[in-house]
C-alpha cells in the first residue's frame, strides 16, 4: 500500500453510525494531546489530514481514512481531564463500541508518551488489547523531547511497565524528526498483507 494515498473519508459521532467493516483496519488510540494526530500526518505525508491541537479535549469522534484498501481508524483521544461527564461518557461509547463490533481488527496502535509513565488508562488499554487477543504495537510519541540515553531508558521502563513480551513491538516515534516512521509503516504493511 502507498501512504501517501491515504485520504479522509468521514468522522462518526456514536458507534452506531459506524458502516460495516469491508478492509482490514488500522487502529490508532492514545491519551488526548499524546500527538496521534502529528503522527497520522507524518505517517501519511500530509500536513492538514489529521488536525492538531492546540488545545488538548476536542470533541470525541471517530475518524476514517481511506488508502488504498485498508482503512485507517482514528479512535478519540481519552483521558483528558477538564471536559464533561458526558463527554467522557461519548468517548467510552465510541472506544468500546468500536472494539465490540464485529470488525477486520489487523492492527491497533497504542499511543504512549515517551516522556512520562503509561497512565492508568494507558494500561487499561494495553491490557484490553491483550486480553482481547487484538494485535498491537505500542508506539512512543515525542521522542526528540528526550536525548537518546533518556529514549532507551524511558522505552525499558514502559516495557517493564506494560509487561509487553518480546512479540509485541515497541516502536520509538518523533513526528516532528521523522524518527520510527518507517518501522512503523513496515509493521502495518505486515499486518494487512
Ligand atoms: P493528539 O491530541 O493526540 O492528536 O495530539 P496532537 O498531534 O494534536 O499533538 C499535541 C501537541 O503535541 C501539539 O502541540 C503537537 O505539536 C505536539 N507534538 C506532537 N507530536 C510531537 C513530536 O513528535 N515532537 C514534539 N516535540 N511535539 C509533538
Given at each position: 500500500m502507498n501512504f501517501n494515498n491515504v485520504r479522509f473519508e468521514r468522522s462518526f459521532g456514536?458507534?452506531?453510525q459506524l458502516p460495516p467493516s469491508t478492509a482490514p483496519e488500522v487502529a490508532f488510540a492514545g491519551r488526548s494531546n499524546v500527538g496521534k494526530s502529528s503522527l497520522l500526518n507524518k505517517l501519511f505525508n500530509r500536513k492538514g489530514l489529521a488536525k492538531v491541537s492546540?488545545?488538548?479535549?476536542k470533541t470525541a469522534t471517530i475518524n476514517f481514512f481511506d488508502g488504498d484498501g485498508v482503512r485507517f481508524v482514528d479512535l478519540p483521544g481519552y483521558g483528558y481531564a477538564k471536559v464533561s461527564k458526558s463527554e467522557k461518557e461519548r468517548w467510552s461509547e465510541l472506544i468500546e463500541g468500536y472494539f465490540n463490533q464485529?470488525?477486520?481488527?489487523a492492527l491497533v496502535v497504542s499511543l504512549i508518551d515517551i516522556r512520562h509513565a503509561a497512565s492508568d488508562l494507558d494500561v487499561n488499554m494495553v491490557n484490553f488489547l491483550r486480553e482481547a487477543d487484538l494485535p498491537f504495537v505500542v508506539v512512543l510519541t515525542k521522542a526528540d523531547k528526550l536525548s537518546r540515553q533518556q529514549q532507551n531508558k524511558q522505552k525499558a521502563a514502559l516495557k517493564r511497565q506494560l509487561e509487553l513480551g518480546a512479540d509485541t513491538p515497541l516502536v520509538v516515534t518523533s513526528s516532528a524528526k521523522g524518527d520510527g516512521m518507517d518501522e512503523l509503516r513496515s509493521i502495518i504493511k505486515e499486518a494487512v498483507a
Open positions: 456514536t458507534s452506531a492546540q488545545t488538548p479535549g464485529d470488525r477486520a481488527f
